[in-house]
Structures are given as C-alpha cells and as structure tokens.
C-alpha cells in the first residue's frame, strides 16, 4: 500500500484551485500474460496545493510509477489525471508536451541527465528546446541555493549522486 501525507510549506504557487493534481480510479498495468504487473489498481489521490506531499510506500509498490502519471510522462491504463483542471490524460501529444515543459518540474530516481551535456547546460535545456532564456538572476539564486555554484562546467560523471539529482 503506498500512502501520501502533506506537510505545509511556506510560499504560494499563484494557482487557482486548492488542489495541484488528482488522481481518479488510476489503473497502471505493465506488460500483458504471465508477467502483467498491476503496478496502480484504481487509485484516487488530491495532491495539495502550496504543501509538500510525501508518498510512502514498500520498493516496488508503485510510488514511482504514480509520480511518472501525475507529471504526464507516462500514460496511464485507464483512469484520469487533473492538473489544475486540465484532464491531462485526454491531452494530444503536442499538448502534453507543452504542459510537461511549462508546468512541471520532475526529480527522476534515476536522474536521467544527458551525460555529453555540463551541469549548467543540463539545468537550462528545457528552456533551451522551449527557445526561451533562462532569467540569468532567478538561475543564479536558484544555483547557489541548492549548493552547484562551483559544479556547473562538469559533466554529470563529474558529479555526486545528490550533485546530479540536484542538478
Ligand atoms: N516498465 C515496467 N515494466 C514492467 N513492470 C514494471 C515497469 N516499471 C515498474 N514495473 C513494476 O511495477 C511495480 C511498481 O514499480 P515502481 O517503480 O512504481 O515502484 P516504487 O514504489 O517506485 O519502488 P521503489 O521504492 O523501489 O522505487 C513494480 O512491481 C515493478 O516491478
Ligand atoms: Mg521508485
């Protein structure tokens, strides 16, 4: 069983509903036959708003899988996800792309960093493949709070695990 407990945080996230993500009746099935694996069997969530969510469960228990519908990366069995009040699950490709660039920021398990691609450039190309520039303050700021001032020539190979993650 996985479980989510929400702990309040300070500072608003300017939306406008109380509740950032649902989840209705969400069925997520890997493979088919004798090694179908039923990793979400209709699950309702109400992610908060303007709070952090925690989602608990044993290794294997679907946790990751969860997160991976809620941010639009992988498709859903059946079910809906809502971000805000965008069904997401009924979005077209191009849409959801859009959505996924503007809207969401996601921290992999496996961080998923392109490994020809330095610290700095890794952070920025989202916003690179988007055309848009990154506010060079805001980056800054953004930077130095998460400790990678001084590791942003390195390639992800250079880099701690929780270097890269946080990259
Ligand atoms: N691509 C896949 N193909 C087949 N089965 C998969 C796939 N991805 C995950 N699974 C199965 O789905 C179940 C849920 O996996 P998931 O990665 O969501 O677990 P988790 O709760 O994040 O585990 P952990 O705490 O180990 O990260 C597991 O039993 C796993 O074996
Ligand atoms: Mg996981």
């Known amino acids: 069983m996985t479980t989510a407990v929400t702990i309040p945080r300070t500072g608003g996230t300017g939306g406008q509903t109380a509740v950032a993500a649902r989840a209705r009746q969400v069925v ?3 493979g088919s036959g ?50 805000d009040e965008t069904e997401i699950t009924g979005l077209k490709d191009k849409k959801l792309t859009r959505l996924r660039r503007d809207r969401i920021g996601f921290i992999f398990q496996a961080f998923n960093l392109l490994p020809t691609l330095n610290a700095l450039e890794n952070i920025t190309l989202p916003m690179d493949i988007a055309g848009r520039r990154a506010d060079k303050e805001w980056l800054d700021r953004v930077v130095r709070t998460v400790g990678l001032a001084e590791r942003l020539k390195h390639r ?12």
């Open 34 to 83: 004798e090694t179908r694996v039923v990793a979400l069997d209709h699950v309702d969530v109400d992610i908060a708003r303007g709070r952090f969510t925690a989602i608990m469960g044993p290794s294997g228990s679907g946790k990751s899988t969860l997160m991976h519908c809620l941010a639009g990366l992988d498709s859903v069995t059946s079910g809906q996800i809502y971000l």
């Open 156 to 167: 992800p190979t250079e880099l701690s695990g929780g270097q890269q993650q946080r990259v």
């Open 28 to 30: 997520k099935a890997y």
